[in-house]
């Protein structure tokens, strides 16, 4: 049975500092014949990756903060080619190992639901088979630019999606699509599955 890694991260609520990741990105795979492992983000890095070494693909999710291990797990799944998943701050994190992006406010435009733009001959193409859908928004910060394969923007310019399409399966979406829980969205759980 082929094994996720799902990255979660420590948040406060309340005053209290707590660790997960939301329910519906677990769920998301719980239709897959595929084994669970959730990997805290700030154990020591080594640690991190005796986890990561044990799965078949990862899932890096969103949240509100880096920590120094977002950016070391990127290069690290970017050098042995592991398929890579990144959703919002995962994204974000992707994109900025990459370049000299900077982190950017867009809490003043991107509402709940807005529509993006896929570019052609991209992964995110391959998979949608589409130009444009309508995806959720939670996300008040994006990222500027990248030297990954930008495959999707929203009205403004705001990087959507980023990938390597030389990779196995390397792209990073800014929206959740485990939230979505539509056509769309498991077009692209069913694309990250294939590629373990």
């Not at 677990?26 to 084994?35: M, R």
């Not at 639901?113 to 995806?135: A, G, P, R, W, Y």
């Amino acid at each position: 049975m082929k094994k996720i890694g799902i990255v979660i991260r420590d948040f406060e609520e309340n005053g209290k500092i707590f660790v997960g990741c939301r329910k519906d990105v677990i769920d998301a795979f719980l239709k897959y014949s595929v084994q669970i492992i959730l990997i805290p983000i700030y154990y020591d890095f080594n640690k991190v990756l005796a986890l990561v070494d044990f799965c078949d693909g990862i899932v890096l999710t969103g949240g509100d903060h880096f920590l120094p291990n977002d950016f070391l797990l990127v290069n690290y799944l970017y050098k042995c080619n592991k398929p890579t998943l990144g959703i919002c701050l995962g994204m974000q994190a992707m994109g900025l190992s990459f370049g000299k992006g900077e982190e950017i406010n867009v809490s003043y435009s991107h509402g709940n639901k807005h529509e993006i733009f896929i570019k052609k001959n991209t992964l995110l193409d391959n998979i949608m088979k589409q130009k444009s859908v309508l995806v959720n928004s939670r996300h008040k910060t994006a990222i500027s630019s990248t030297n990954l394969g930008v495959s999707a923007t929203a009205f403004d310019g705001v990087i959507e999606a980023v990938e390597d399409i030389k990779k196995r399966f390397f792209l990073g979406v800014e929206w959740h699509p485990e939230s979505l829980a539509n056509k769309n969205s498991d077009l692209i759980f069913d694309a990250f599955i294939k590629s373990l």
